[in-house]
């Protein structure tokens, strides 16, 4: 696939020269700590200690103060509480955080997560009469409810009350449950708008600790399921976000609950970073709801016992099996249709197949981006209706396209490059030509070739153990602070550089520089197939990241390949 390779505009020199003074750094790492808005000594220090203290204060979030008041009324009352929340990882985590907060005060909690496939996404009616029978009259909903207007209503027939923590985007109208929290409301002052579920969940039982005389770092130990619930939901860890998220990530590494010791036994770093959480963690939680049921999860999350824990985490790692079989399965079938019905040319992806795991469609889509880079849709047979997930390509907005087709559409949710939906088997042709049609008046044709973005160029003999070292402190990454990537021109290889791996799809080669003497060995997965470029000395220009590679007890730096081109 080809990509663009564009290069963020240089910042402020001013800025740069100020910070390179200040903070007795270089200019590549000035210049980075520039473009994700660091000006100032003040702000650099807030980023690279990010502190508890500087989280905002929860009661600047609206309805905080209800929910807070409801909360102390049930627990004085003697009520039953539900805690709800989606079967996803941020609604398990956020599940587990609160649930086990409030069992911490009061033992009458009862957990809930909806069925994948009998109840679907969101609030369910069936959870609202399992609240009923069972005498429950406070639900806390987590990380879905923004849009459960009727559901809320329901429940309030049979004196329940919900309180929503939500973060997904509201539409026209709010339910009228006693609070609803969501940063996202348009009435919602809160100075930081990118919470995750579980950040939300986050924000309500700092209030309640701080009701109650406790301090935030009473609170600490909920904070690695706060920053699983970031990688995993791909929210910006900027701001509030990466204090969470860092500090989260020090518990995990020190101190890690048994569900998610029992499931890093398998692999062995010394330092578990917000990729592992990603790709390792993350995973396993979500294999649960999609294969069997999200409760597992909140299982194995709030299990304390760790042989128990670990008996837990080996169900799950089967269930990911099976997930991997299935997605990879569903791929091969889904790619097989685009070409049956000539399809390859189309500005969307849209297929369907009565047959196809619900659980994994999420995962196709994201999978099929990667062959057609373009919004894609996966549906799938639920019940007597279709689900689809959909996912978007970086920089078009695919919540505004489907509000777009919303006379095809029974509900759907989401975000601008993530959303679900359902529609009735007789729309779904009506759909597909609609979804089309409004993405080619909408799209800019250039969003439909993949781009990398890169930081800055450089010189390689400019990456040496003090640029790397202050590097790493750029930790966590993720949206809004990605892990920096660089390009360099007039590179040759030494002259040994192969194609490798089981079916010699990635490249391995070792790099200098026409103008300096420094060299470094390099990987680029997946880019087998750019060998040419490189052979006979060829000059070549590399986009790359930079990482440190352990290979038999040796430490050195390496070149992560992302793209290479003569």
């Given at each position: 696939?080809?990509?663009?390779?564009?290069?963020?505009?240089?910042?402020?020199?001013?800025?740069?020269?100020?910070?390179?003074?200040?903070?007795?750094?270089?200019?590549?790492?000035?210049r980075?700590?520039?473009?994700?808005?660091i000006?100032?000594?003040?702000?650099?220090?807030?980023?690279f200690?990010?502190?508890?203290?500087?989280?905002?204060?929860?009661?600047?979030m609206?309805?905080?103060?209800?929910?807070?008041?409801?909360?102390?009324?049930?627990?004085?009352?003697?009520?039953?509480?539900?805690?709800?929340?989606?079967y996803?990882?941020?609604?398990t985590?956020?599940?587990?955080?609160?649930?086990?907060y409030?069992?911490?005060?009061?033992p009458?909690?009862a957990?809930?997560?909806?069925?994948?496939?009998?109840?679907?996404y969101?609030?369910?009616?069936?959870?609202?009469?399992f609240?009923?029978?069972?005498?429950?009259?406070?639900?806390?909903?987590?990380?879905?409810?923004i849009?459960a207007?009727?559901?809320?209503?329901?429940?309030?027939?049979?004196?329940?009350?919900?309180i929503?923590c939500?973060?997904?985007?509201?539409?026209?109208?709010?339910?009228?449950?006693?609070a609803?929290l969501?940063?996202?409301?348009?009435?919602?002052?809160?100075?930081?708008?990118?919470?995750?579920?579980?950040?939300?969940g986050?924000?309500?039982?700092?209030?309640?600790?701080?009701?109650?005389?406790?301090?935030?770092?009473?609170?600490?130990?909920?904070?690695?399921?706060?920053a699983?619930?970031?990688?995993?939901?791909?929210?910006?860890?900027?701001?509030?976000?990466?204090?969470?998220?860092?500090?989260?990530?020090?518990?995990?590494n020190?101190?890690?609950r048994?569900?998610?010791?029992?499931?890093?036994n398998?692999?062995?770093?010394?330092?578990?970073?917000?990729?592992?959480?990603?790709?390792?963690?993350?995973?396993?939680?979500?294999?649960?709801?999609r294969?069997?049921?999200?409760?597992?999860?909140?299982?194995?999350?709030?299990?304390?016992?760790?042989l128990?824990?670990?008996?837990?985490?080996?169900?799950?790692?089967?269930?990911?099996?099976?997930?991997?079989?299935?997605?990879?399965?569903?791929?091969?079938?889904a790619?097989?249709?685009i070409e049956?019905?000539?399809?390859?040319?189309?500005?969307?992806?849209v297929?369907?197949?009565?047959?196809?795991h619900?659980?994994?469609?999420g995962?196709?889509?994201?999978?099929?981006?990667?062959?057609?880079?373009?919004?894609?849709?996966?549906?799938?047979?639920?019940?007597?209706?279709?689900?689809?997930?959909?996912r978007?390509?970086k920089?078009?907005?695919?919540?505004n396209?489907?509000?777009?087709?919303?006379?095809?559409?029974?509900?759907?949710?989401?975000?601008?490059?993530?959303?679900?939906?359902t529609?009735?088997?007789?729309?779904?042709?009506?759909?597909?030509?609609?979804?089309?049609?409004?993405?080619?008046?909408?799209?800019?044709?250039?969003?439909?070739?993949?781009e990398i973005?890169?930081?800055?160029?450089?010189?390689?003999?400019?990456?040496t153990?003090k640029?790397?070292?202050?590097?790493?402190?750029?930790?966590?990454?993720?949206?809004?602070?990605?892990?920096p990537?660089?390009?360099?021109?007039?590179?040759?290889?030494?002259?040994?550089?192969?194609?490798?791996?089981?079916e010699?799809?990635?490249?391995?080669?070792?790099?200098s520089?026409?103008?300096?003497?420094?060299?470094?060995?390099?990987?680029?997965?997946?880019?087998?197939?750019?060998?040419?470029?490189?052979?006979?000395?060829n000059?070549f220009?590399?986009?790359?990241?930079?990482?440190?590679?352990e290979?038999?007890?040796?430490?050195?730096?390496?070149?992560?390949l992302?793209?290479i081109k003569?």
């Amino acid at each position: 696939m080809n990509t663009r390779w564009t290069i963020k505009p240089n910042p402020d020199s001013e800025i740069v020269t100020s910070l390179m003074q200040s903070l007795g750094i270089d200019k590549p790492i000035a210049r980075l700590l520039a473009q994700r808005d660091i000006n100032t000594f003040e702000e650099a220090k807030k980023f690279f200690r990010p502190n508890l203290n500087d989280l905002h204060d929860p009661y600047l979030m609206k309805d905080m103060d209800k929910a807070v008041s409801r909360i102390e009324q049930a627990l004085a009352e003697g009520e039953n509480i539900m805690v709800y929340g989606d079967y996803d990882v941020d609604g398990t985590t956020s599940v587990a955080l609160m649930a086990s907060y409030l069992k911490k005060l009061y033992p009458n909690i009862a957990t809930y997560i909806p069925d994948r496939y009998a109840e679907g996404y969101g609030v369910s009616y069936q959870g609202i009469d399992f609240a009923a029978d069972n005498d429950i009259t406070l639900i806390i909903a987590l990380d879905c409810g923004i849009k459960a207007i009727d559901k809320v209503g329901y429940a309030k027939e049979k004196d329940i009350d919900f309180i929503i923590c939500d973060h997904h985007r509201p539409g026209a109208k709010i339910p009228e449950a006693v609070a609803v929290l969501d940063p996202k409301r348009e009435d919602c002052e809160y100075p930081y708008k990118e919470l995750c579920g579980c950040g939300v969940g986050f924000k309500l039982i700092q209030a309640m600790a701080g009701k109650r005389g406790e301090t935030i770092e009473s609170l600490l130990i909920y904070l690695d399921l706060v920053a699983t619930a970031i990688g995993a939901d791909i929210v910006p860890i900027t701001g509030e976000n990466r204090v969470l998220a860092y500090h989260g990530l020090h518990v995990i590494n020190v101190a890690p609950r048994p569900g998610f010791k029992a499931i890093l036994n398998q692999i062995k770093k010394e330092e578990i970073t917000i990729t592992d959480v990603v790709f390792v963690i993350a995973p396993r939680i979500n294999a649960a709801g999609r294969m069997k049921h999200g409760l597992h999860a909140v299982q194995l999350l709030t299990e304390e016992n760790e042989l128990q824990a670990e008996q837990f985490a080996a169900e799950i790692e089967n269930y990911n099996s099976s997930r991997k079989d299935a997605d990879k399965t569903i791929t091969v079938e889904a790619l097989s249709q685009i070409e049956e019905l000539k399809e390859q040319d189309r500005l969307t992806t849209v297929v369907y197949a009565d047959h196809w795991h619900k659980g994994v469609i999420g995962i196709v889509a994201s999978r099929l981006t990667e062959t057609y880079y373009r919004p894609t849709l996966v549906f799938t047979k639920s019940g007597d209706k279709l689900a689809a997930s959909a996912r978007s390509v970086k920089g078009f907005d695919v919540y505004n396209a489907l509000e777009a087709c919303q006379d095809h559409i029974e509900q759907f949710g989401g975000h601008k490059y993530a959303a679900g939906l359902t529609l009735k088997e007789e729309q779904y042709e009506g759909f597909k030509s609609k979804f089309e049609e409004v993405v080619s008046n909408t799209i800019d044709r250039k969003l439909l070739t993949p781009e990398i973005s890169i930081d800055a160029e450089i010189q390689l003999n400019e990456i040496t153990p003090k640029f790397w070292r202050i590097l790493k402190q750029f930790a966590p990454f993720g949206p809004g602070n990605m892990s920096p990537v660089f390009m360099s021109r007039n590179l040759t290889d030494s002259g040994f550089g192969k194609c490798v791996g089981r079916e010699e799809t990635h490249l391995k080669c070792k790099v200098s520089q026409l103008e300096n003497k420094s060299s470094f060995n390099a990987i680029g997965f997946n880019l087998g197939d750019k060998i040419e470029v490189i052979k006979h000395k060829n000059l070549f220009s590399a986009v790359y990241s930079v990482d440190e590679n352990e290979w038999k007890g040796n430490v050195s730096l390496q070149l992560k390949l992302k793209d290479i081109k003569e």
